[in-house]
Every structure is written in structure tokens, then in C-alpha cells.
T-cell receptor, first 110, second 118 residues
């Protein structure tokens, strides 16, 4: 099965900067990859989905890239705000089920 | 829309008792729902896939007799933790996907249930 790696260390950035989070996977490239946001004590909230034949997807201040050669997806938040502080999860879809990474905690300081 | 409601949000029970968690899709019909468990600072681990009108499919290592899943209608799935023990204390989360959503939409999750077994 897939192994999904996300940086376990928290990412601390200043408000207004761009946050970049990394998701690496080990095996075959999935048909598509998803990013979720999870706040403490809450369920994940879907943010973006990107297909294997898409290099980049944008939604407001969010941007996701998908490099099947590197087996990597990058998740960017531009003009970050303290309200963006949360844990961001990368997930791959396999046989209609999601496999999640551990997530990376993002802390945006004012 | 795609709203999933999960209850209760937290529960404390005595060791040896059973606890039922409900997951409802409020504005869509879900033939399939998923149950996850999350330990602190860990990823969500899929426990089982709940199928309306049929038996659930459990992931390897998940005891089906301990974690009873019932998906009796298109909008409700329940997870019952039987004979709970302290090691069952965790954050349980359900999810579903609106089949009528476009292909660019992911899964909707409930708000989770914090189970503490004392």
C-alpha cells in the first residue's frame, strides 16, 4: 500500500508570506490527490483535488501542484493569515478510499 | 451541498460498556460511508467502509465483532464500540461523498467523536 510522507515538523511563518507544504508518496501515482484542512478536535475539511494529468490547480489563495515524476505534491497558501493556522492533510484515493498522511501543522503568526 | 452530521461529539464511558456513534448525511444520500480512527498526532486510519443494505468491509486488523457497523438507510450509519476498553479511547470520524457532486469535490467528514474509556 502507499506510504504518504508529510513533514511532521510544524511550519511557522509570518502573516502575509507564502506557506508551502510537501506531500510525498512512495508507490504508484494515484489517479488524483486531495488536500484537507483539519482544526484541533474537528474532522477534516476538503480543500482541493488535483488529477494526475494536471500539473497545477488553484482556488483563491490556494495552489496545489502534482509532479508524478517526483511523486510529490506541493500545497501553497499565498498571503497567509493567522486564520490559516491548522493541520493540512494530504490524501490519496485508492479503490475509492482515502489514505492520509500524518499532516503538517501550519502556524501563521501576526 | 454535502453535510455530514456526527453524534455525539464526545463521550466518556466505563470500561466494558458499549458506545454507539451516529453519522448522518443531511442533504444527500450516501450508499457508502467510511469510519476512521485518529490517535493524537497520527493520521486518520480507515477502519471500515459502511455499505447501505449490506455488510461493512473492515480493514485489516480491525475487529468486526468489536466495532459493529450498521448502515440501515441511505442517510445513516452507526458505529458501535462494544465492550470498550481504555485502548479504544480515540477520535472517531465518519465521512461520505455526495455522488452527485462534481468530480472536483472530495469527501465530507463529520465533526468527529472523542471517545474516552475510563
Amino acid at each position: 500500500s502507499q506510504k504518504i510522507e508529510q513533514n511532521s515538523e510544524a511550519l511557522n511563518i509570518q502573516e502575509g508570506k507564502t506557506a508551502t507544504l510537501t506531500c510525498n508518496y512512495t508507490n504508484y501515482s494515484p489517479a488524483y490527490l486531495q488536500w484537507y484542512r483539519q482544526d484541533p478536535g474537528r474532522g477534516p475539511v476538503f480543500l482541493l483535488l488535483i488529477r494526475e494529468n494536471e500539473k497545477e490547480k488553484r482556488k483563491e489563495r490556494l495552489k496545489v501542484t502534482f509532479d508524478t515524476t517526483l511523486k510529490q505534491s506541493l500545497f501553497h497558501i499565498t498571503a497567509s493569515q493567522p486564520a490559516d493556522s491548522a493541520t493540512y492533510l494530504c490524501a490519496l484515493v485508492e479503490y475509492s478510499t482515502l489514505t492520509f498522511g500524518k499532516g503538517t501543522m501550519l502556524l501563521v503568526s501576526p | 451541498g454535502a453535510v455530514v452530521s456526527q453524534h455525539p461529539s464526545w463521550v466518556i464511558c466505563k470500561s466494558g460498556t458499549s458506545v454507539k456513534i451516529e453519522c448522518r448525511s443531511l442533504d444527500f444520500q450516501a450508499t457508502t460511508m467510511f469510519w476512521y480512527r485518529q490517535f493524537p498526532k497520527q493520521s486518520l486510519m480507515l477502519m471500515a467502509t459502511s455499505n447501505e443494505g449490506s455488510k461493512a468491509t473492515y480493514e485489516q486488523g480491525v475487529e468486526k465483532d468489536k466495532f459493529l457497523i450498521n448502515h440501515a438507510s441511505l442517510t445513516l450509519s452507526t458505529l458501535t464500540v462494544t465492550s470498550a476498553h481504555p485502548e479504544d479511547s480515540s477520535f472517531y470520524i465518519c465521512s461520505a461523498r455526495n455522488p452527485l457532486s462534481g468530480q472536483d469535490y472530495g469527501y465530507t467528514f463529520g465533526s468527529g467523536t472523542r471517545l474516552t474509556v475510563v
